[in-house]
Structures are given as C-alpha cells and as structure tokens.
C-alpha cells in the first residue's frame, strides 16, 4: 500500500519525517533513526485512560484547560488537578489511572503492546538508559507528585513511586519516524490504523485527545502554534512532532535541536510552512485561499476507470487494491453498464475473501442485480462456489433488518 503522496520536500538537514494518509507514506531525511516519545506519549496514554474509563471519570482528576504556565510547573488549577493531560503534572495523573490494578510489569507490558498496535507493528522499543537517565533527574516530577499526593489528586490506592516509574517508562518508549507516522495516522484516522485497519481508540477518544493536542500539546508555544499552524499536534524534548491533519493524515518530524520552548526548531519551522503552502489550517477558507495548494482535491478519475478496476480487483481476489479505493471514498456499489458490480465478481470468481471485505467492510448491498436480475448470490449458486454462497446467506440472516433488496 505505499506509494507517493503530495511530494513535499524540505532541505533541512539532519530531519526526518514520514507521513501516512490511509496507507500511502513519503520520507524524507533520517526518518529510520530511533528517538524515545517523551512527551508524545502524553497524548496516546490520555487517550487508553479513555478507553479503560471513559470521558467523564478521567476528567475527574484531569481538567481540560491550557495552563498557562510552563509543561513541568508544581501548580493546580482552581479544583485541585492537574491542568491538563499534555503537562507533566497531567500526565502522571493518568498514568495513575491506567489498569490500576495491574502491577508495573504488567501495565508497561499492556501499553507497549497497545502502542504496537497503534504503529500498525512498526518499530517499537525501550531505551533503558533513557529510563534509567530520567528517573535519576527526576527531582521536579518527584516533587510534583509529592504535592499531588498531599492535594489528594491521585485515586485511592496510588502508589506514588510505581506511578512515576511507569511514566518515566512511557517518556522512554522508543520509535522511528516510520512509527510515530502512523500512530499519528491513526489519530488522523479517528482511531484505525490505516495500514492494518485495526480500531485503536473510539472516535471520542480520538477527539477529546486531538482536541487537547491542538490547544495544549506544544508546551508553552501551544497558543502560538494553534494560531500559526492551525492543527492538532504533540511534541517532546527528544526533537519529536507528531502533526494531525483530521481525516487525511498524521505526519511525524523528528530533529534534535529545540527553542527555548522545548520544540523542535525545524519542525516548528516545517510545520508552519507545511501550511503555508498547504490548505490544511483549520481556519483557511478553501474559498478565498486561492493561492494555497489543497491535495484533497484530487482530479476526478472517470468513472468507467474506477469500475473497471473495482471488477478487475475482484476478478483477481486483491483485497488490497479494493481497500484503497474504500478509503479514498469510493462507492463500492458502482457497477458497470450490464449492472455487474465487484460484489458480483468475487462472488462468480469464488474471491471468498473479496466478498467478505466487501460486505463486512463495505458494507455493499449484498443484492444488486445486473441486467439478467442475477444477484451475487445467483452467480455463486450457479458457478458452485459454496463457500461464498454460505457467507451471502449467512451474511444475509445477520443482517435481515438492514438488507435493501434491489427488484
């Protein structure tokens, strides 16, 4: 599924980013280095909080709000939590939360394997010396969770020394820019991963957590960067920017040099002419922007095209290419001029993985008729294809209330 996309290219030095929309990818630079998250694990940790609890109970502990002061700064807000989930003080917080009753072996082991999950199984490790580093130099996060404790912030049962290892791990959790694209991909995605079409987070949590990216996610720059640039985004001292564009595609650059702020000094600068360039601030009028390249326009493939290769994928049985038309929004009901659609097809070829992903994934009418009024069921029954006959039909029976029969 790679391929080029939009083609942008930078002559930064000593960069790397890659970025993925629904399964195409583009590098450039030093994208295959390893850095650790730090504090882009922020962002993902709040999100699997969500998941385990929900919206209203994380917010108990955690509030929603930009700071105003700097990411590692001993203060609460007026009720006594944390500001909010992207500042460190935030951050332990909801480390406190995730699988409280698990022990710290176990904890790291879950979200080691859910972040595996959300780099689509890219390049995942664990820098120990990194580890090993933060927990040693520690004073002002132990000093935070200590005045946590004493205002009562942590649920009951926290215990405080667990909890700052465990986060110190999740700050140590290496990736590449290959990785980090994707899980930014699959924010951009509303929680699937784009290249294995696995459903990580619930698209609540993905907008709970974008939403805080965009307005507390680049340390104390994040009302800068949301008046520059426009989009949802999580940075960390290791160099690293993670770059939502909702619904197209999650970028990661990664370069070492910060600012003052603790953000990378070229992907601030990539960022912003990203969008410059670029129709994707959230606040461009796609009207009045006339001199601003939108790449969601895409020139319209005629239709007879699209269809002859929608019959020739289920023709062949390539799920693959029958996906990437799903993604890009292509009805896959469109038939031909007998009426035959790729449905048909799979079903006449005996494509028993083409007629599932179309059905459970497409969610085609499983009853279109060509020209001859012959279904996709007709054509399995008449070319002996059981096994498709019996997913039609059972397919058909699970779903008897939603069916459209075609007459």
Known sequence: MRGSILGIRHGYQKVGFK????????????YNVPFCLQSTSKPLVYALVQEELNQETVHQYVGHEPSGFTFNAISLDPANKPHNPMINAGAIVTCSLLKQKMNLADRFDYVTKMFKRLTGGEYLAFNNAVFLSERETADRNFALGYYMRENKCFPEGTNLMETLDFYFQLCSIEVDCDSASVIAATLANGGVCPTTGDKVFSTNSVRNTLSLMHSCGMYDFSGGFAFEVGL?????????????VPNVMGICIWSPPLDKYGNSVRGIQFCKDFVEKFNFHNYDSLIHSPKKFDPRIRKAESRAKVVVNLLFGAYNGDVTALRRYALLGTDMNLGDYDGRTALHVGAAEGNDTVVKFLLEKCKVNPFPRDRWGFTPLDDAVRFGHTEVQKILENYTEENKDNTIVES
């Open 19 to 30: 970025f993925s929309i629904r399964g195409n990818w583009h590098s450039v630079g030093n």
């Open 232 to 244: 949802p985004a999580k940075s960390g001292v290791s160099g690293c920017i993670m770059l939502v």
